[in-house]
């Protein structure tokens, strides 16, 4: 595709490119913004489309690349100042999931985890470092599919397992 036909194409999907930021960001400001990064974005990543590949997928795509990885980097950087006189935030109890007690809770999880087949322990170890399905399917050798039901499997024998770590959890913070 020349670069001016690229360069139509895209113009021609700026109101639905602005309709997805706004339902990605609920924010006009940010919206108009994801916009201007999602069109130099793929400006400048011309060269890396391919004709026989659905053009608005491949831009919605980078949009939603971007929105997740402002997210994730805005998550990272929230700093806590703590300008109290004896640092009480900074030394006040932290939230409930960082007690010994929790720690221990992640252990087991851990432990029920490793104590799967690797049918479902492989994928399911997989998708909480991170991966996406379709990584998961071409490192298994296996259809997308199948790798959703083993995670759906492997999380639903997981709450089976630690039902009683649950209802325990939520007894004691009562």
């Known amino acids: 595709m020349n670069s001016r036909k690229f360069q139509e194409r895209l113009v021609a999907l700026q109101a639905n490119m602005l309709n997805f930021a706004y339902i990605l960001t609920s924010n006009r400001d940010d919206a108009y913004d994801l916009l201007q990064d999602t069109t130099l974005k793929a400006l400048d ?20 690349n971007i929105f997740i990885n402002n997210y994730r980097r805005a998550a990272r ?7 109290t006189e004896d640092l009480y935030h900074l030394n006040a109890p932290q939230h409930a999931y960082s007690s010994p007690e929790n720690s221990y809770t992640v252990k087991e999880v851990h432990e029920a985890i ?3 087949t690797p049918e479902y322990k492989v994928p399911f170890s997989m998708h909480l470092a991170g991966y996406k399905y379709s990584e998961i399917a071409d490192y298994m050798n296996l259809p997308v599919g199948t790798v959703k039901s083993r995670i759906y499997y492997a999380r639903q024998k997981l709450r089976v397992q630690l039902k009683d770590y649950r209802s325990g959890v939520a007894s004691s913070d009562d």
Request: no cysteine; net charge negative.
């Open 114 to 116: 490793d104590g799967f």
């Open 77 to 83: 950087g929230v700093t806590v100042l703590d300008s």
């Open 45 to 64: 990543n011309e060269d890396k489309y391919l004709d026989n590949t659905n053009f608005k997928g491949w831009v919605f795509t980078i949009m939603r």
